[in-house]
């Protein structure tokens, strides 16, 4: 049982919090768009006679499971800082791209600067990467994160990449500005955890057989230890089809938009696993109200290591780019 504590800044109620707080009960505070303050008491038990605390108005029982994650809590979008001039959130499509995994400085850099040249506006790149086969490429580790976060400075772009393992939090955090869960990961509970008490944002991926509902619990096992600033990411569910590497689930879009504060993206290049469907995909993400996309990019996708197939080249990305510029219109946001 979750209690919720009506808006109010009332002292009254402000003492009523501090009671609970100094009795060992946590509590979460945000604001909401009318400035005033609503709290969640992590609470199964509270005897609210023992705290001398009257529940009657200022208590209420909420049935979400994932309040800190709802709109119950907080109904204003949450806007994600990450540099002066990027935010994910709000206003402003924005355009995450770079290659599957980090190869070699020079795949980077030639990389880095023609999505940069096009208009994205966070770089990606995987140095830990989560393969099917343990044979397969497994990533640059830490030399991966390095080169990654002097290609970011280089081109004046916050970066992403993904976290596989608990023990790697410290080091990730400190070279990326985003820190990425990935779709494999999205119920590792305890990684979850631990990520919710880093001060990086984390952008989590929807599992391949995760429901949006249970994806919304994966998200407040984040912010329920306290980090608020978490991306959801759709990038497609398993199902019968052959024909494209996942499904994208397009719905997810507009349904978790209305459920959650958070920002909400889209990844296509894992939805689809083929190039050619990334700009339909792309434009039909964005119609749907994502408030950004990432999307695989290579300067030379015969080459890689790793999603090749699903990777644009230079001009295949510009193309894209110029594809989505006019759909700011119809949208009514900025891209990029
Ligand atoms: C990735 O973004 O590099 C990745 C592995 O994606 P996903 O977790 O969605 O499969
Ligand atoms: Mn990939």
């Known amino acids: 049982m979750i209690l919720l504590l009506q808006e109010n800044n009332n002292p009254d109620i402000q003492k009523s919090i501090d009671i609970l707080e100094n009795s060992g009960h946590r509590t979460y505070s945000m604001q909401t768009s009318n400035g005033n303050i609503r709290t969640v008491l992590d609470i199964s ?12 108005y200022s208590f209420f029982k909420t049935d979400i499971p994932y309040v800190l994650t709802s709109k119950t809590i907080k109904d204003t979008g949450t806007v994600i800082h990450l540099s002066n001039d990027v935010s994910i959130g709000g206003d402003t499509i924005n355009i995450i791209a770079g290659p599957c995994s980090i190869e070699s400085e020079i ?5 880095a600067r023609f999505v940069k040249k096009a208009g994205a506006s966070v770089l990606r790149g995987g140095a830990f990467k989560p393969r099917t086969s343990p044979y397969a490429f497994q990533g640059m580790g830490i030399e991966g994160l390095k080169l990654l976060r002097k290609a970011g400075d280089q081109f004046n772009m916050p970066v992403i990449t993904e976290v596989l393992d608990t023990d790697d939090l410290p080091v990730v955090s400190e070279y990326s500005d985003i820190v990425q869960i990935g779709a494999r990961n999205c119920q590792n509970f305890s990684l979850l955890k631990k990520a919710g008490k880093i001060k990086r944002p984390v952008l989590l991926k929807r599992g391949m057989m995760v429901t949006i509902q249970e994806f919304l619990m994966s998200a407040e096992y984040i912010l329920s230890e306290g980090n608020m600033n978490v991306i959801l990411c759709e990038r497609g569910i398993r199902t019968f089809e052959t024909e494209t590497r996942n499904t994208l689930d397009i719905s997810a879009v507009p349904l978790l938009k209305q459920k959650t504060h958070l920002p909400v993206i889209v990844d296509p290049s894992h939805a689809a696993g083929n190039w050619k469907l990334i700009q339909p995909l792309s434009m039909a993400a964005l119609a749907a109200g994502a408030d950004g996309l990432m999307i695989e990019c290579h300067h030379d996708p015969s080459a890689a290591m790793s999603d090749g197939g699903q990777s644009l080249r230079p001009d295949k990305f510009n193309q894209l780019m110029q594809r989505l510029a006019p759909m700011s219109l119809v949208i009514d946001k900025k891209i990029g």
Request: aromatic content about 12%; hydrophobic content about 25%.
């Open 45 to 56: 038990e509270v005897d609210f006679k023992k705290y001398n605390i009257q529940s009657g």
């Open 107 to 111: 795949q980077l850099t030639e990389t």
